[in-house]
């Protein structure tokens, strides 16, 4: 009996069968992600007119109860890359929103951010929240780019959007993907704000790619009548300003053209900081109060002129 012989067509059975297979795990996969899109709902009053991305600053920093008509949307240690795909699909839900406020710090404009936007932490959590929301092309230049984590990360992801989509319809929602919002912190931490060290001047380089998303997000923005608005939430006197000069010229270059509301030296007592960065529950309550303030006084200039 010929062995090879034998073997060819064990061989080409078992192609087969993977093969088979696998067209039929992809096309369950996108089953799962059109569910996912079609039934994970963005549940917003219609009241409200303005939402908040960006990473932990303005998840700590603007508690919606003090700024009637706005939804926080930020979340720790997230690049805008994923922000703005975010942020795209709470606007095509609800195109009654006619402004986003963008949290622009200067670390969103630094070569870090390619950590948040693919080491396996940050890709994982990301997947998790936003995998049925990326475009096919980002998919496979994901898959192209670390096959193995793409594809441990997408499993992790598609287990997360079944749980969700077999939720009774009332919890069908982004609550459920974590997709952040303001979290109040009663800790003041005093101690470590007291010590500042001289450092030098930094330049930003900016990751080209979650660069590009927020460019994209604005031009998105623009075209559906929504107003885009740069801001940054307050940060302690003792905080560094290591790329400042750098931060502002990338500013003035990329986004020149849009409102910047900028409230990083915002003063505020020991006591309203939760570390160098964040503010607490009561430096939330203070900020947010006047961030509505000059926000509503701009707000009716423009409507009287």
Same mark, same amino acid.
């Given at each position: ?48 007119? #303005? ?54 710090? #200067? ?129 302690? #006197? ?68």
């Amino acid at each position: 009996m010929n062995l090879t012989s034998t073997r060819k067509p064990f061989i080409l059975n078992l192609l087969i069968f993977v093969s088979l297979g696998l067209m039929i795990y992809l096309a369950l996969g996108q089953v799962l992600v059109y569910c996912a899109q079609s039934q994970i709902k963005v549940n917003l009053s219609n009241e409200i007119k #303005a939402i908040v991305i960006g990473h932990s600053h303005p998840e700590c920093a603007i508690d919606p109860s003090f700024f009637p008509g706005l939804a926080n949307f930020g979340k720790s240690g997230e690049a805008l890359f994923y922000g703005c795909l975010k942020g795209r699909k709470i606007l095509q839900e609800h195109p009654e929103i006619k402004t986003v406020f963008i949290e622009l710090s #200067a670390n969103q404009l630094d070569a870090h951010m390619e950590k948040w936007v693919t080491d396996e932490e940050h890709f994982q959590r990301a997947m998790k929240s936003y995998f049925f929301l990326l475009p096919t092309s980002l998919k496979w230049t994901f898959w192209r780019s670390f096959p193995l984590q793409y594809s441990q990360s997408q499993l992790i992801a598609e287990k997360k959007m079944l749980n969700v989509c077999f939720m009774e319809e009332s919890k069908r929602n982004v609550v459920e993907m974590e997709w952040g919002g303001f979290v109040s912190h009663d800790k003041v931490v005093m101690d470590s704000l007291r010590f500042q060290k001289d450092s030098p001047t930094m330049p930003l380089h900016p990751y080209s790619p979650n660069l590009s998303a927020i460019l994209d997000f604005i031009q998105y923005c623009s075209s559906h009548g929504v107003e885009p608005v740069l801001i940054r939430t307050p940060v302690h #006197a003792s905080e560094l300003d290591i790329h400042e000069s750098s931060f502002q010229d990338l500013v003035k270059k990329n986004f020149g053209h849009l409102k910047f509301m900028d409230f990083r030296r915002f003063p505020l007592q020991d006591s309203c900081f939760l570390d160098r960065e964040h503010l607490n529950a009561e430096g939330a309550r203070i900020f947010t109060l006047h961030f509505c303030k000059v926000w509503s006084e701009a707000s009716t200039h423009r409507v009287m002129q």
